[in-house]
Structures are given as structure tokens and as C-alpha cells.
């Protein structure tokens, strides 16, 4: 396995989830707060976005674990799931942007961390069928 990329998407993860969680957080649910939706409508979506927080910290700490101990062939997988769930997650930010005219970067962040993943995952496989 490829640590270094693996490392790397770890890292960028972790930042991308501390920036949610702030910024986001300023940016977005403050406004979101304030406006006049329902209080249902509010603790729901409220609610959701930190659901997402939750998700990326936990991905951050599966990421950086392999990255920095030695994972098992178990681990492995869980990382391919993660990097398929991150390249997926990327894809309704990139339609939403082009339907509504505005600039959902959120795929910029999440889609790279998926690739990385993959080629961190897929050297360890190259090197193993030249053994």
C-alpha cells in the first residue's frame, strides 16, 4: 500500500471536517437558524449537517489510523468503501451547481479524498502481482 496517499487524504480529510464544522457551522447553519423556517424544519436540517460532521471526523480517524499504523486486508476495505462513498458524495454537489448556477465546492474536497484513497489502495495491488 501507497501510505503516503493515504496520509494525505487523511490530513485533507481531517481539515475538510474541522472546516464543516466551523465554517460550515458560521456560513450556513447560523443563517439557516435565522431565517424564518419552521423549528422543525431547522433542528432537522441542523441536525443532518452535523450527522455529516460526525461522518467526516470518524472517516478522518479510519483514514489516518491506516495511514499511520499498519491496517489489516479488513481496514483495506473499509477504506474502498470510503473512497467510493467520497467519489459518489461529489457527484450531487457537481449536478446541483450546474442546475442552480452557484458553486458547490463541497465535491473539490470530497472527491480527491476518494481518489487518493483508490491510488493509495491500488499500489499495494500493483506490487503484489509483480512478487
Known sequence: MKIIYIKIAGIINLLGAI???IGG???LVNPLLDSNISIQ???ELT????IVTIL???TSYII????????SNQVKEQLKSIAFLYILSGI????TSYIYNVNAFQWILLMPIGF???IGLRKSSIKKQNI
Open 41 to 43: 424544519q431547522k433542528s
Open 47 to 50: 441536525a443532518a449537517w452535523h
Open 19 to 21: 472546516l464543516h464544522t
Open 116 to 118: 487518493l484513497l483508490l
Open 92 to 95: 450531487p454537489f457537481i449536478i
Open 64 to 71: 489516518l489510523k491506516v495511514g499511520f499504523l499498519k491496517g
Open 56 to 58: 467526516l471526523f470518524f
Open 25 to 27: 457551522q458560521i456560513e
